[in-house]
Nanobody
Framework: QVQLAESGGGVVQAGGSLRLSCAAS????????MGWYRRAPGKQRELVAT???????NYADSVKGRFTISRDNGKNTVHLQMNSLKPEDTAVYYC?????????WGQGTQVTVSS
């Protein structure tokens, strides 16, 4: 079992920045992918960014050039640096991980971008 704990959400004005963090614990040696999804009000959950432990990253087109996903080596923590935030980035952001083919999810952290 893997547990994921998110932090760093909040309220920010458009154009501002936030940094989300996700710390994994438990069966961490099984993890090979970590990332972030988000769900905006009235919309389906969508992928934001993923980080493969092989080193590759993947971003949604809507966040490319503005968001950066990174990992603290040895700390089992993944960060999502979000710059140039827009009101449409408002959503609950969920950390997720894949370990031995099983998906794990965090509780979610609210990000609100005011115009």
């Amino acid at each position: 079992q893997v547990q994921l704990a998110e932090s760093g959400g909040g309220v920010v004005q458009a154009g501002g920045s936030l940094r989300l963090s996700c710390a994994a614990s438990g069966g961490i040696f099984s993890i090979n992918v970590m990332g972030w999804y988000r769900r905006a009000p009235g919309k389906q959950r969508e992928l934001v960014a993923t980080f493969s432990y092989g080193g590759s990253t993947n971003y949604a087109d809507s966040v490319k050039g503005r968001f950066t996903i990174s990992r603290d080596n040895g700390k089992n923590t993944v960060h999502l640096q979000m710059n140039s935030l827009k009101p449409e980035d408002t959503a609950v952001y969920y950390c997720y991980a894949i370990g031995y083919g099983t998906d794990y999810w965090g509780q979610g952290t609210q990000v609100t971008v005011s115009s």
